[in-house]
């Protein structure tokens, strides 16, 4: 029933007002009399109205009172106005009543009043849901950030209560969560202590809802329930009080967590006061949003897994062919060496067909030998084993010790082999011996794949970034840029089909022709040369046209470039410390990049001494978006394994203060980008 309190002296025509307003359905009565007394009795009866006579005494003072003390509560303050007198505190009512009083104008009056104060109530009340869930927008909005973060699942269990948390406010949270690999795991959240038998009442309600869910189906992972481990949270703040058996009758929210057909457990809320229907949206929108990087989560701790069982036995073969390849060399030396010793004729003449049967033998340890070496090379590359010595260097006197080695061979075939160096051919920064490796392998082919009476050109010039066709480059590992030495290895022979020329690069493949057939060989040249060429932040293209020769091109980049790989930047790295340790001072914002990176960079900080070597190369880390995610783990993180940063000072650059994107300028501007 609706309450009005009447302030007057005059308690005789109060009394009818009273009488009057009862009458109406409406409770009322008559106030103390001292402006303190009124206070208090307005704080205890809570009336809707309070209807003051302007006659009272102090009663400016008392109206601006009540109102100042009734505003949260929208009580109504209604002024007993003599007909046209003036006042100047009108403006602190609510409204007014003309005296003597008209019935009817007053009940309408005070009625009308009533409606506004529940009216104002409601806007009240709506206003606080709106800005509920607003503040339940904000939340999941931030929340599912914070799950594109990462991949740890502990840590998205624990973001996802945290969010039922402050956007629920619940008492008492119980998660039941799987993993393939067996650890199932069951999080008691909640503001106080539980006994601990809600604690085992808790973890056989959501096994059992869990079972109750998969009734007809077999359970997605092989659980243990018995084995199952708990772990508890309390609030610290709260830890004074206990929740015990008595919960359970709280009001619940319960949802199974997952995506598609896979499920990751099943959560449950209990809360003292009733849940709303906004709080139930806001609890689905939440579980629904974990189960997504759960799955990546899961996806990616599978291929990890994957990965690290494809290395042991990548390394498992590299060790075999490396053990094998070393028995087999060991023993074609003294081989060698007698074939020789018997050609040489010390060790008694011996007839022109025994001649040749030795030199075929020779030829054959010399082919042995080779293949052995390409294998050793193969697993060293593998294993980042092979030894790179790096210094400046010229190419020239390598192009001509090649021609003149491959001349012999070339001229059994009548075939013709040119070289064609430009004048003052820069200096390159690499390992001349693995150049010339490279260089013999491409000859090699040359002379391999081209008839008898054709004929083989290597020619070498400088070649800027701008005029190499990228459309020809068998996948570099880094963006190209600046200046090269380009070597080219162009022959006459029987060509290779444009289909056929990115799987050449792979190791053991050969292309099915007649040629390859008869001259042999173990298709390993080229994979070598490709990864020697990415060791040193070279390129290889290829051109080719059946039936009439290819044209297998090289770049290395002159020494005086200096190279990087460069992509947008917003990193989270810091630089190595004094002691050239380079370690990861903050997170990204990409749980996958942190992961990976994490790993990968703690290995390298082992070896960081050796990055100090010579300040050549800055790498920048990228963006940490997801369509970097590929690019980063394939070019960067592979690229870091690779012997040729051992003699790099890697720069992690951070470009999020003012001052390191300006350092970031610098190096761009200092290598033109
Ligand atoms: P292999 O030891 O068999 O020569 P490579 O890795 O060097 O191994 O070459 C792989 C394959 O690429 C060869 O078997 C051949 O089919 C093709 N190939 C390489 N160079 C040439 C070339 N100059 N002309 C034609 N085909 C070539």
């Given at each position: 029933m609706a309450k009005v309190l009447i302030i007057s002296e005059l308690t005789d025509s109060c009394r009818k007002i009273i009488e009057e307003i009862k009458k109406n359905g409406i409770e009322s009565i008559l106030s103390e009399k001292t402006p303190e007394n009124i206070l208090l009795q307005i704080e205890q009866y809570m009336p809707d109205i309070v209807l003051i006579d302007t006659?009272?005494?102090?009663c400016e003072i008392i109206t601006k009172q009540i109102k100042s003390k009734t505003i949260q509560q929208n009580t109504q303050i209604l002024l007993l106005l003599e007909k046209d007198k003036n006042i100047d505190f009108l403006n602190f009512a609510d409204g007014y009543i003309s005296t003597p009083v008209c019935k009817n104008i007053l009940i309408h009056t005070i009625n009308s009043h009533i409606k506004i104060k529940k009216s104002l109530e409601q806007l009240g009340e709506n206003n606080r849901e709106l800005a509920r869930s607003l503040y339940q927008l904000n939340v999941l909005y931030n929340t599912s950030s914070q799950f594109a973060g990462t991949l740890d699942k502990d840590k998205l269990y624990s973001i996802m209560l945290e969010a039922l948390e402050k956007t629920l406010s619940f008492d008492i949270s119980c998660a039941l969560v799987f993993s393939p690999a067996g650890d199932n795991k069951i999080f008691i959240h909640s503001l106080c202590e539980p006994t601990e038998s809600l604690r085992e009442a808790l973890s056989l309600r959501v096994t059992l809802e869990y079972k109750n869910l998969f009734e007809n189906q077999p359970l997605p992972y092989k659980t243990n329930l018995e084995g199952i481990e708990i772990i508890q949270k309390v609030k610290?703040?709260?830890?004074?009080n206990i929740f015990d058996l008595?919960?359970?009758?709280y009001d619940s929210l319960f949802a199974p967590i997952k995506v598609g057909d896979h499920f990751f457990g099943v959560i449950e809320l209990f809360r003292n006061t009733p849940f709303t229907k906004e709080d139930v949206t806001c609890f689905q929108s939440i579980v629904h949003q974990v189960a997504l990087p759960l799955r990546s989560a899961t996806l990616y701790e599978e291929i990890k897994n994957t990965n690290i069982k494809l290395e042991k036995l990548e390394r498992l073969k590299s060790d075999f062919v490396s053990i094998v390849s070393h028995e087999l060399r060991t023993p074609l030396t003294p081989i060698n060496n007698s074939l020789e010793i018997v050609l040489s004729g010390q060790a008694g003449e011996i007839s022109d067909d025994a001649k040749n049967f030795i030199n075929m033998a020779k030829r054959n340890v010399t082919r042995l030998s080779g293949i052995i070496e390409d294998l050793l090379d193969l697993s060293r590359v593998q294993t980042g084993k092979l030894d790179y010595k790096y210094k400046i260097t010229k190419l020239t006197p390598s192009l001509e010790l090649i021609q003149k080695t491959f001349e012999q061979v070339a001229a059994e075939k009548n075939i013709n082999v040119s070289l064609e160096i430009e004048d003052n051919l820069p200096e390159v920064y690499a390992d001349s011996h693995r150049i010339e490796q490279i260089i013999s392998n491409l000859v090699t082919n040359a002379l391999k794949f081209t008839p008898k009476g054709g004929s083989v050109k290597i020619s070498a010039k400088v070649e800027d970034e701008s005029e190499?066709?990228?459309?020809?480059?068998?996948?570099?590992i880094c963006k190209l840029s600046g200046k090269y030495i380009k070597i080219s290895v162009k022959d006459t022979g029987i060509g290779i089909k444009k289909e056929n020329i990115p799987k050449i690069f792979e190791k053991f493949l050969q292309i099915e022709n007649s040629l390859t057939r008869n001259i042999g060989g173990v298709g390993l040249g080229l994979s070598i040369t490709k990864q020697l060429l990415d060791a040193h932040l070279g390129a290889i293209a290829v051109i080719s046209e059946e039936n009439k020769g290819s044209d297998f091109s090289f770049y290395i980049p002159l020494a005086d470039e200096k190279k990087m790989f460069i992509m947008d930047t917003n990193q989270t790295f810091g630089t190595g410390d004094d002691s050239g340790i380079l370690h990861i001072k903050e997170k990204t914002n990409c749980g996958f990049i942190d992961e990976v990176l994490k790993e990968n960079l703690i290995k390298l900080s082992k070896k960081?001494?050796?990055?100090?070597?010579?300040?050549?190369y800055f790498v920048l880390l990228p963006d940490t978006s997801i369509s970097a995610l590929d690019f980063m783990e394939k070019t960067i993180l592979d690229e870091f394994k690779k012997?040729?940063?051992?003699n790099c000072d890697i720069v992690l650059k951070k470009a999020h203060s003012k001052k390191d994107g300006k350092e970031l300028k610098k190096i761009l501007e200092k290598i033109n980008i």
């Open positions: 006659d009272f005494e102090n610290p703040s709260h830890i004074q008595r919960a359970l009758n190499i066709d990228k459309s020809l480059l068998v996948m570099p960081s001494k050796e990055f100090k070597k010579d300040g050549d012997p040729v940063w051992q």
